[in-house]
């Protein structure tokens, strides 16, 4: 063996060993330990309910298709109950898009509520479609 190759694995020895003493130093750190990150209070969250849920009406020329799909829903819903939607994902037939749009809209929700009172939320909903 040459004298570099000796050189090469007496450092590369060297470095394993350092890693393994740099690891063996560090403190594990236990699941039964609790870190208090921020607050010391607790609150309680309920997300918004959906409490009427209209089914959409569906023409007769879908009826005639055998069709399905997807598309994915954005509801900003106010302390009051009131939302918008807007799809962020189309079912990819625009009929379809407006159909759903038009009845999300007749949607109602109950607000999310923040320890007892009702707060502004947001929540995505996936709306499926199959028509058969």
């Given at each position: 063996m040459?004298?570099?190759?000796l050189k090469a694995i007496s450092l590369l020895s060297i470095a394993c060993l350092f890693v393994l003493?740099?690891?063996s130093s560090v403190r594990?750190?236990?699941?039964?330990?609790?870190?208090?990150?921020g607050t010391s209070e607790e609150a309680k969250y309920a997300d918004a309910l959906a409490v009427e849920c209209p089914q959409p009406e569906i023409p007769s020329s879908l009826h005639e298709e055998c069709y399905k799909s997807c598309c994915l829903a954005r509801f900003c819903i106010t302390c009051e109950g009131k939302h918008q939607v807007t799809l962020v994902s189309s079912?990819?037939?625009d009929e379809v898009d407006?159909?759903?749009l038009r009845t999300l809209r007749r949607?109602?929700?109950?607000?999310a509520m923040l320890n007892?009172?009702?707060?502004?939320?947001?929540?995505?909903?996936k709306v499926e479609f199959e028509v058969e």
């Open positions: 040459s004298i570099r190759y003493v740099s690891l594990p750190v236990l699941a039964s330990q609790v870190f208090k990150i079912s990819g037939s407006e159909i759903a949607w109602k929700f109950k607000p007892g009172k009702p707060v502004q939320s947001v929540r995505k909903i």
